[in-house]
């Protein structure tokens, strides 16, 4: 079993809608991660939680919000999409141990009409 | 402000030759240093880092990469390109562990 998980794995949805993408970790890791892929552009951070109650902006958090639902869940939504934010979106855990080492789930590929 | 450059967005090597991706990053401070590999469809794993210690990293799949603070790089090599190999590259960068900066990318290519 997948120690990350992203749900869903790909989604179309229509500009000014709201979505939700999910994260969840069997790793018991306490720092979760959200990141979009963009081509020629690497990953970029959106948002990050160290953790239940500490949420942090990224890089590019315009647009975005968070919720830490639990330690293991970690919930990143577009409350009204717009076409730029078409992109291949990561949920990655990293425990405070070994804060340097990221584990990434498999992505959810999101296209905005 | 952290920043991650890889040159060359795309590499082409043939199989058993030696594979060389750059990456040049700015810091204020000494950094932790990372090389992903994404395979197509898949999320980014990770192959090898860099925090103390030994500045010769290690990785997997027969990967390594030497940090060189002097010149603020940390290329990875591969002695001998496998058909395997051909993946996308991303080189990061952290300065304190709470962060990760990421570079553009670099395409691997191995012609057999």
């Known amino acids: 079993d997948a120690d990350v998980t992203q749900t869903p794995r790909n989604r179309i949805t229509k500009t000014g809608k709201r979505i939700m993408l999910e994260c969840s970790q069997t790793?018991?890791?306490?720092?979760m991660y959200w990141y979009r892929q963009d081509p020629g552009l690497g990953l970029r951070l959106i948002y990050y939680?160290?953790?239940?109650?500490?949420?942090n902006k990224g890089e590019i958090s315009d647009g975005y919000s968070v919720s830490r639902q639990a330690q293991a869940k970690f919930s990143l939504s577009l409350e009204s999409a717009i076409p730029n934010q078409t992109a291949l979106y990561f949920c990655?855990?990293?425990?405070?141990?070994?804060?340097?080492?990221?584990?990434f789930g498999p992505g959810t590929r999101l296209l905005v009409l | 402000a952290q920043s991650v450059t890889q040159l060359g967005s795309h590499v082409s090597v043939s199989e058993g030759a030696l594979v060389l991706l750059r990456c040049n990053y700015s810091?204020?401070?000494?950094?932790?240093l990372f090389w992903y590999v994404q395979y197509p469809n898949q999320g980014l794993q990770l192959l090898l880092k860099?925090?103390?210690?030994?500045?010769l990293v290690k990785g997997i799949n027969g990967f390594e990469a030497e940090f060189k603070k002097s010149e603020t790089s940390f290329h990875l090599t591969k002695p001998s390109a496998h058909m395997s190999d051909a993946a996308e590259y991303f080189c990061?960068?952290?300065?304190?562990?709470?962060?990760?900066?990421f570079g553009t990318g670099t395409s691997l290519t191995v012609i057999p």
């Open positions: 810091s204020s401070v000494p950094p932790y």
């Open positions: 990061a960068v952290s300065p304190t562990g709470n962060q990760f900066y």
């Open positions: 790793k018991g890791h306490d720092r």
């Open positions: 860099y925090t103390t210690g030994a500045t």
């Open positions: 990655a855990t990293s425990d405070y141990r070994e804060v340097e080492t990221q584990y």
């Open positions: 939680s160290f953790d239940v109650k500490d949420i």
